[in-house]
């Protein structure tokens, strides 16, 4: 986000390559584009939004270092942007995450010194940790009363930061895609793309892709394996006609997509870019001959390397599956 004269890994916001796929789908007739949102500096696509929720507040003066505390419930990317940020301009930040919370994220967000709380139980009613992480986070804000909570699930500079997604695709190729393909959470990427493609008219077709299991377009909640993309229940920054299409893609279609995207385009990327991939593949029958086409990928690997990326994990989640790398071309890797 150059637009903002950033400083330092500040500036390394935004700006993410948009590169060619050309060795991923073979008999696709379009051109493929990934926007690589792997490579911000955090790791992810939430680098945006976490620096869009608190840049003006910090240049107001309104969030100071030594005074105020920056307070959210989350345990994967957004909290990792924010502690980022908090850090960069010496901010402290609390960060509510749970028993589920990978211990490398932890860790990653220790090295950012970010403030840890741990909620051990889930809700006894429903078995979630949210409704007991938002009242640990409700708890903080009362006791400190310079703190400030981002609140990705409803705050509008979510959406808002990916206007800037969108335009950064619209110059490098030039003009607008036909067809888009994003995973949903927050709904903060898709919303914030879908109001960019209606408020400025343009023909591109947004795919959102959600998780089997994922309640935001109405199916049931379900056990999930794969963290960052799906959601227990309909965010409130879901807006109505927020996609042209909606595919759903499993846990194993996550891991069949990031193995072929290792094997085909030597990208280390995590598992919502893998359901991407997946979903272009389910997809391309529609897609006609000569249109373009752009896969966000949220995140990096490296951060999957004991699931996704583990053979050990994916044999005992999902059995043998080693036909699955034949059958969709992950065996012979390399692309030529
Ligand atoms: C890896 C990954 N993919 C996809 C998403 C979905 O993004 P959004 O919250 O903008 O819907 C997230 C959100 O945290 C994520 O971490």
Redesign the pocket.
């Known amino acids: 986000m150059t637009q903002r004269n950033l400083q330092g890994i500040l500036g390394c916001i935004g700006d993410t390559p948009l590169i060619e796929l050309d060795g991923l789908l073979r008999d696709i007739p379009a051109r493929v584009f990934a926007k690589l949102e792997l490579a911000n500096p955090g790791g ?3 680098d945006r ?1 976490a620096l869009n929720m608190l840049l003006d507040k910090i240049r107001s003066g309104e969030l100071t270092p030594h005074r105020s505390v920056v307070i959210e419930s989350s345990s ?3 909290a990792i942007g924010i502690a980022q940020i908090c850090r960069y301009f010496g901010l402290r930040f609390i960060c509510v995450v749970d028993a589920k919370t990978t211990g490398q994220n932890i860790a990653i967000l220790r090295a950012f010194q970010a403030e840890i709380e741990i909620i051990a139980e889930p809700d006894p009613q429903t078995g979630e940790f949210l409704p007991v992480r938002i009242r640990r986070v409700r708890e903080l804000l009362n006791d400190h009363p310079d703190g400030y909570w981002p609140n990705q699930y409803a705050n509008p500079l979510n959406p808002a930061a990916h206007h800037q997604t969108m335009r950064e695709i619209l110059t490098t190729l030039g003009g607008p895609p036909d067809y888009l393909f994003c ?8 919303t914030g793309i879908r109001t960019y493609v209606r408020e400025n008219d343009l023909p591109t077709q947004v795919i959102a892709v959600d998780a089997v299991g994922s309640a935001i377009f109405g199916d049931e909640s379900r056990r999930r394996l794969i963290p ?2 799906g959601a227990s229940a309909p965010p409130p920054l879901l807006v109505a006609d927020s996609a042209h299409r909606v595919v759903h893609v499993s846990d194993l279609d996550c891991v069949v997509g990031c193995r072929r995207l290792m094997a085909r385009e030597a990208i280390l990327a ?3 870019s893998g359901g991407v991939v997946s979903a272009l593949e389910r997809f391309r029958g529609r897609i006609p001959a000569g249109k373009t086409v752009v896969l966000i990928f ?2 990096r690997g490296e951060r999957y390397l004991n699931t996704i990326y583990s053979d050990s994990w994916v044999q005992q989640n999902f059995g043998e599956v080693s036909h699955l790398w034949k059958e969709s071309g992950i065996a012979a890797a390399g692309r030529h």
Do not use: E, Q, V
Request: contains cysteine; proline residues 5%; neutral net charge.
């Open positions: 992810s696509i939430k939004t994967g990317n957004l995973a949903t959470s927050t709904c903060g990427t898709l960052g993309h995590g598992g919502s949220p995140d």
